[in-house]
C-alpha cells in the first residue's frame, strides 16, 4: 500500500525519477520514486520520446517491466497499482498484436486498444500540473503570516471540529473503553502462585489479615476463586490459622 | 435621560473602522458581518474595504490587506517573510508529499468526489493520502454520493483556501489550462 | 558558488519590517528584539519605530502603534471600541472543547443515549459537556429511557447537521470509511 513518509520539502524538478543505463542491458535505478505507476508510464513515454498519441506499446511495456523487475530487485516494494498497470500494458499490447481483418462494417468500431489509457494518461498529466500549480501556491502563502494573538483572543484549548473530527475522537474514546477492558482481563490472569505470594507476603507483614478485605481487592470472579484456592492452599501448607470471632463473622488469617 | 441621535459616519469612519475590525478578527471577516455589525450597507463596505486595500498598497509598509477565503484579513507582506520568520523561529511549514499534492489537486477540481474516482484519475490508492489531508483539514466530507454503496464523498475546506491564498474556488485556474502544457 | 552581499537596508525598508514583526507578535515587542532580528542598531530601529508611530498618528486609522510594558504593540484605536465589542460578542463561537467534542461524539454515534451511558463510554463525567452542548443547541432531550430511573435520553439537533454540513445522520463518517483510509 501507499505509505509514503510526509516529506519536509520537495522539487518538482529535482523529484524526476532517473534510471540510468548504465551498459546495455543494464539499467541502474539513480532515484526513482514514482506517485503511482500513471507517472512512471509519462516519464518512459518521454524517455523513449515518445509521441503520447501513438505509444509504441511493445517498447513502453519492456522498459515498464525492466522497471518493475529492477525496483523488485531493489527489494522495493511494489504497490499492486504498479502490478495492476503492468498487467494492463501486457493486454494491451497482446491485443496490438492481433492481426486486425479490416473490414468496411468493423473499421469504424475498431476502437485502438490504447485508447483508454491514453485519456487516463492526459487526464492524469493534467492533475499533476494543478499539483505543481498548488504546491507553487502553497511556497508563497507560507511567507504569509497572520497577527499574534490580542488580549481579546479566548485562548483557551478549543477545537473547530469537523465531522470526522468527531468519528476520530469517537474512536479514541472506544479504544480508550478497550484499553481498560484489556486491562480487567490481565488483572484476572492472575496465577495461583502468585496469589499465594501475595497472599503470604500480606499475612507475613501484618501477622494478621481480614479474608474479607482480601476478597474485596479481587476484581473478578476468577480472581477471586484464586485467592479462595490461596488461601485454602495456605491454610495446609503454612502455619496460618483462620479465625472466626463471630458466627458469620468476619474471618482472620492469622499467623501462628 | 437623553437619547442620543445617532451621527450618520463619515467614509474616512467607516473605513478606519473596517480596518479595526478586520484587526480584531481571527479568520477573515466578511463584508456581510462588516455590514452587520457597522449596519451599512453592502456598497458602502465594499467601496470602504477598496479604499483600504487601496491605501495599504500605497503606503507599502510590513502590511498587506486582502481577500481571502471569502473574507478580507491583514497580513505580513512576502517580502519580509525571512525576517518574520526569523522573530517567530518558524520553519516553513512541512510541505505534503507528492500523492497528497496530487490527491488534493484531484479533489479541489472534482469535488465533490469519491474515493473510487480518485483512483481512477490518480492510478494509484490514495487512502493514505486522503487521510493526511483530513488530517491537516485541508479536505472534508462532503455528503454521500447515492449510488452503490453510497461511498463519502470529499471536498476542499476553507483551511484549503487559507493556505493556498485562494479568495474561492472559483480563483482556481480552470483544469483545461493545464492541457497545454502536455507534453 | 556565488556569496551574495547583504545590501543595507532603506529605512523605509527597516520601518516595514518593524511593522510585519510588531503584527506578529503575541506581546509587546521590544527595541532590543527587533535590533537582534535586524542585527541593525538600536537608534536605527527606535527611529524606525517612531517614525512609524508618527506614521500611524497621521493617518487616523482605526489602529494605533502604542508603547506597552516596555515594548510596541499594534492595536485599534478607543474611538472604534464600541464597534470592536459588538463585533466580538457577535461572532460565531462554533468551537468546541475536547470535553464537549468527545461528549457530541458519543451523541453522535450511540443515539439516543442517556447520562449513565455516555458516562459509560466516555469514563468521565460528561454533565458540565452536555449543558454546553444543550446551550449551544447541538443536542436534545429525546424523551425518557424506560428503564430505572427513567434516564433522560439525548440525541443530536438539526442545527448539529447544519453545523456539521450534514443532510441527515446517514452522512456521518461510519467507522469502515475511517478504516479504508487506514488499512
Known amino acids: 500500500m501507499e505509505q509514503q513518509p510526509e516529506q519536509l520539502s520537495f522539487d518538482f524538478y529535482k523529484e524526476k525519477p532517473h534510471i540510468a543505463r548504465q551498459s546495455r542491458d543494464e539499467l541502474r535505478l539513480t532515484l526513482g520514486k514514482f506517485a503511482g505507476p500513471l507517472d512512471l508510464l509519462l516519464y518512459l513515454i518521454k524517455q523513449e520520446q515518445a509521441n503520447i498519441f501513438?505509444?509504441?506499446?511493445?517498447?513502453?511495456?519492456?522498459?515498464?517491466?525492466?522497471?518493475i523487475r529492477l525496483m523488485k530487485s531493489f527489494d522495493i516494494t511494489l504497490a499492486a497499482d504498479f502490478l495492476v498497470m503492468a498487467a494492463t500494458?501486457?493486454?494491451?499490447?497482446?491485443?496490438?498484436?492481433?492481426?486486425?481483418?479490416?473490414?468496411?462494417?468493423?473499421?469504424?468500431?475498431?476502437?485502438?486498444?490504447?485508447?483508454?489509457?491514453?485519456?487516463?494518461?492526459?487526464?492524469?498529466?493534467?492533475?499533476?500540473?494543478?499539483?505543481?500549480?498548488l504546491y507553487e501556491r502553497s511556497t508563497v502563502e507560507q511567507a504569509v503570516f497572520g497577527r499574534g494573538k490580542i488580549e481579546s483572543d479566548e485562548n483557551n484549548a478549543e477545537t473547530n471540529a469537523s465531522v470526522f473530527d468527531l468519528l476520530t475522537v469517537f474512536q479514541k474514546i472506544l479504544s480508550r473503553h478497550k484499553e481498560e477492558v484489556q486491562m480487567e482481563i490481565e488483572r484476572e490472569e492472575v496465577s495461583l502462585a502468585d496469589m499465594i505470594k501475595s497472599l503470604k507476603k500480606q499475612i507475613f507483614e501484618k501477622k494478621e489479615l481480614s479474608l474479607?478485605?482480601?476478597?474485596?481487592?479481587?476484581?473478578?470472579?476468577?480472581?477471586?476463586?484464586t485467592a479462595f484456592i490461596a488461601v485454602l492452599e495456605i491454610v495446609r501448607t503454612e502455619g496460618v490459622k483462620l479465625m472466626q470471632t463471630a458466627t458469620f463473622g468476619d474471618i482472620i488469617l492469622k499467623k501462628i | 435621560m437623553e437619547i442620543e441621535e445617532?451621527?450618520?459616519?463619515?467614509?474616512?469612519?467607516?473605513?478606519?473602522?473596517?480596518?479595526?475590525?478586520?484587526?480584531?478578527?481571527?479568520?477573515?471577516?466578511?463584508?456581510?458581518?462588516?455590514?452587520?455589525?457597522?449596519?451599512?450597507?453592502?456598497?458602502?463596505?465594499?467601496?470602504?474595504?477598496?479604499?483600504?486595500?487601496?491605501?495599504?498598497?500605497?503606503?507599502?509598509?510590513?502590511?498587506q490587506l486582502r481577500e481571502i477565503a471569502g473574507g478580507w484579513q491583514i497580513s505580513t507582506r512576502t517580502e519580509y517573510h525571512e525576517e518574520v520568520r526569523k522573530y517567530l523561529k518558524t520553519r516553513p511549514n512541512a510541505k505534503l508529499s507528492l500523492a497528497a499534492l496530487e490527491?488534493?489537486?484531484?479533489?479541489?477540481?472534482?469535488?465533490?468526489?469519491?474515493?473510487?474516482?480518485?483512483?481512477?484519475?490518480?492510478?494509484?490508492?490514495s487512502a493514505s493520502a486522503i487521510k493526511t489531508l483530513l488530517d491537516k483539514k485541508l479536505i472534508t466530507a462532503k455528503g454521500r454520493k447515492e449510488t452503490v454503496g453510497r461511498p463519502m464523498m470529499y471536498g476542499t475546506s476553507k483551511d484549503f483556501l487559507l493556505q493556498f491564498g485562494l479568495k474561492d474556488l472559483s480563483e482556481l485556474p480552470s483544469i483545461e489550462d493545464f492541457e497545454d502544457l502536455v507534453q
Do not use: C, W
Not at chain 1, 501513438?54 to 522498459?63: H, L, Q, S
Not at chain 1, 474479607?212 to 476463586?225: G, S
Open chain 1, 212 to 225: 474479607l478485605a482480601f476478597f474485596e481487592e479481587m476484581h473478578t470472579r476468577r480472581e477471586l476463586v
Open chain 1, 89 to 133: 500494458l501486457i493486454e494491451i499490447k497482446s491485443k496490438m498484436l492481433l492481426p486486425k481483418e479490416i473490414t468496411e462494417e468493423t473499421e469504424e468500431e475498431m476502437e485502438d486498444p490504447r485508447e483508454a489509457l491514453v485519456r487516463q494518461l492526459l487526464e492524469h498529466q493534467k492533475f499533476k500540473n494543478a499539483s505543481q500549480m
Open chain 2, 103 to 125: 490527491t488534493l489537486a484531484v479533489i479541489a477540481y472534482k469535488q465533490p468526489v469519491t474515493v473510487p474516482e480518485i483512483l481512477e484519475i490518480r492510478g494509484v490508492q
Open chain 2, 6 to 63: 445617532k451621527q450618520p459616519r463619515s467614509i474616512a469612519e467607516i473605513i478606519s473602522i473596517v480596518e479595526a475590525l478586520v484587526f480584531v478578527a481571527d479568520e477573515p471577516i466578511t463584508v456581510k458581518t462588516l455590514s452587520d455589525v457597522l449596519e451599512e450597507d453592502r456598497e458602502t463596505i465594499e467601496a470602504a474595504v477598496e479604499e483600504l486595500k487601496q491605501e495599504y498598497e500605497d503606503r507599502t509598509g510590513g502590511l
Open chain 1, 54 to 67: 501513438d505509444i509504441p506499446i511493445a517498447r513502453i511495456t519492456d522498459e515498464y517491466l525492466k522497471y
